[in-house]
């Protein structure tokens, strides 16, 4: 199993055998559970449904806890989905922890980026904004004109303007695996990860590399 549902703790820094400084991300790799192992034969393709974080079972509707007790595992709050290969082995009721990763070098991880609310076009695609003297201090963060000509007498979609910023799925790719630490359960990775500390994220293994 080459995919797992994990949280962000936030970053720190390792050192490597020649003592380089390497800033990595802490992220907590489940555990999780199988709750639902589909296949070409029942459901017309082959994938693993993965549970997350334990959830009070009077929260759930009685056909949520009837997949649930049918998989033989306790209720979850977070349910994501990753397609696998056939006669992979994996069934309902195994767990998933960081160990699965132990032999991958790179990785794809997905996560919701922080909310920055509704942004000027200054902050939001680092505008340059307009002139500060003669007359244009009324135009300091404008996007300035946005207007076509009389043909074709329209702005074009996607045109860059202010609006909501961030709060968006972002899938960073082939981030490198620096360790994975199996006592712990976490697995640290090169870089940055998208989302705030806390934030669940998806790992994969990456497509490209590893």
């Known amino acids: 199993m080459s995919a797992i549902i994990g949280r962000k703790v936030g970053m ?16 907590e790799a489940g555990p999780c559970v199988v709750v639902q192992r589909k296949t070409v034969e029942t459901d017309g393709y082959d994938a693993v449904q993965l549970g997350f974080l334990e959830q009070k079972p009077q929260r759930l509707s009685k056909a949520s806890l009837g997949r ?4 033989g595992v306790t209720p979850r709050r977070i349910l994501r989905e990753f397609r696998c290969e056939s006669g992979d082995g994996v069934k309902a009721g195994d767990e998933v922890k960081a160990d699965a990763f132990k032999d991958v070098t790179y ?13 000027g076009v200054v902050k939001r695609y680092n505008f340059g904004g307009g002139r500060a003297s003669h007359g244009g201090k009324s135009k300091l963060r ?20 202010p609006g ?18 199996e006592e712990d359960n976490v697995i640290l990775v090169r870089g940055s990860v998208p989302g705030p500390n806390g934030g669940v994220v998806l790992v994969r293994k990456a497509i490209k590399k590893g």
């Open 107 to 119: 990785v794809d991880i997905s996560g919701v980026t922080k909310g920055r609310g509704f942004q």
């Open 12 to 27: 720190t820094q390792v050192f490597d055998e020649n003592g380089a400084q390497i800033p990595v991300t802490v992220i």
């Open 142 to 161: 404008s996007g300035g004109s946005i207007g076509m000509r009389e043909w074709p007498g329209r702005v074009f979609k996607n045109k860059k303007m």
């Open 164 to 181: 909501q910023m961030g709060n968006v799925n972002v899938t960073t790719q082939n981030i490198k695996v620096v360790q994975v630490r």
């Open 68 to 71: 649930f007790e049918k998989a």
